[in-house]
């Protein structure tokens, strides 16, 4: 009877919910639940096959790269068409490619190529799936929507890493890409099944939503810079998070021992699992708050949570718990970060320019792969250990919180 109850609750919250919004937090999902165990342990799995760091690192600079030039396309398009059918079916496909290349890989350039499809895949599927949030939410708030998509990717990078995890230590090693592949192949199913739907009303919820937008909009100023710059480091932070971290905990600190590759994926799955259940309460908290509380708290966290990873390179046994408490940390500020960056960039751009304004918040997500991975892989190939890579970050943070942001509002 309990379970019939809760079931009944789940379901009239989810459908609370406008028919639209639920779809594209559906493919969201899917996206995040293929490319969760890609993010996260592609690193892992090809440094076991015998690349360097630096060429790991190089794949992700490379496919940050590439990621640029088909964001500057997907962004042009957005305005012109205003449509994200193509898109997101394009990028499913370019992702299918990159997972048969590293799927077949051996060696670095097989890896370089698929990462190469990587970026192209992630720079065209970015920023239409942030595009499609705030026209299918109407009438409900665009932070509590994006409050809604990034706790359906919480669930499915969680669902990726954890599953990914399992199904790469105890059956075939390159298990992720596969399921990256069918979840590919779910997306373009639910595109092609809702296509004429999703055609007729688009029109209709742009007109309901860009008019009283327009109203209220926000100037591109120096302030726009300054957030800009704030959403630039704390991607920059989450792209060391999901590459450099797991190479630093496998290979071990100053002083710290080295994690087995085991420990590594639980203590990455444990911060996601912490992720999933944030995101959701964290977002709704947040959408009560100002336009830029969730820029400042995720600042303030990432700069402790990279501190304690930065202190923990220098200790043994006690290391382990400060790891745990940072990871705590990065969650928190990761689920306050993840909905207001993208409400607030949405809000700032001009009305003819909010797809190129979704491309370039989804390219300050791929520059934080341009030189971060590729650097940090280049410092522990040198030392063997990331600590003053930790350090760089929390510095980082603590500057842009204390100083730039006290000038804003």
Do not use: H
């Amino acid at each position: 009877m309990i379970s019939l109850n809760y079931f009944q609750i789940s379901r009239n919250w989810w459908i609370q919910f406008p028919y639209l919004l639920r779809l594209i937090t559906k493919i969201r999902f899917y996206a995040a639940f293929g490319a969760g165990g890609v993010i996260y342990l592609t690193s892992l799995i090809f440094n076991n096959i015998g690349l360097s760091a630096t060429n790991i690192g190089l794949g992700f600079t490379i496919s940050a790269i590439i990621g640029t030039v088909t964001r500057i396309f997907t962004g042009n398009y957005l305005n012109k068409k205003g449509k994200i059918q193509f898109p997101l079916i394009t990028s499913s496909i370019l992702s299918i490619a990159a997972s048969l290349f590293l799927i077949f890989s051996r060696d670095t350039f097989f890896y370089i190529v698929g990462q190469s499809f990587v970026g192209a895949a992630a720079g065209i599927y970015w920023p239409a799936a942030e595009f499609g949030v705030p026209y299918f939410c109407y009438p409900i708030d665009t932070r509590k929507a994006y409050a809604l998509v990034r706790s359906s990717e919480a669930l499915g990078i969680f669902l990726g890493v954890f599953l990914g995890g399992f199904m790469t230590n105890f059956f075939y090693s390159k298990s992720i890409f596969i399921n990256d592949i069918f979840c590919m192949l779910v997306i373009t199913y639910l595109i092609s099944r809702n296509n004429s739907f999703i055609k007729r009303n688009l029109e209709n919820f742009k007109q309901k939503l860009v008019n009283p937008i327009n109203q209220r909009q926000l100037k591109w100023n120096k302030n726009s810079i300054i957030i800009i710059l704030s959403i630039l480091l704390i991607t920059t932070s989450l792209a060391l998070i999901q590459v450099t971290l797991p190479l630093d905990l496998v290979k071990g600190g100053v002083y710290r021992n080295s994690l087995s590759k085991e420990i590594t994926s639980l203590v990455i799955s444990i911060q996601l699992i912490l992720l999933l259940f944030l995101q959701w309460p964290v977002g709704s908290w947040i959408s009560k708050k100002g336009r830029l509380f969730g820029l400042k708290f995720s600042l303030i966290t990432f700069s402790f949570a990279s501190f304690l990873l930065f202190i923990s390179s220098y200790l043994n046994t006690q290391a382990f718990y400060l790891i745990s408490f940072s990871l705590i940390l990065v969650s928190l500020g990761t689920a306050s970060f993840l909905p207001t960056s993208t409400d607030v960039v949405f809000r700032i751009a001009p009305s003819n320019k909010k797809g190129f304004a979704l491309a370039l918040l989804s390219q300050c997500f791929a520059m934080g792969y341009f030189f971060g991975p590729f650097i940090s892989g280049r410092i522990l190939d040198q030392f063997g250990y990331a600590s003053i890579i930790w350090l760089s970050i929390s510095s980082c943070c603590f500057f842009v919180f204390a100083i730039l942001f006290r000038r804003l509002f």
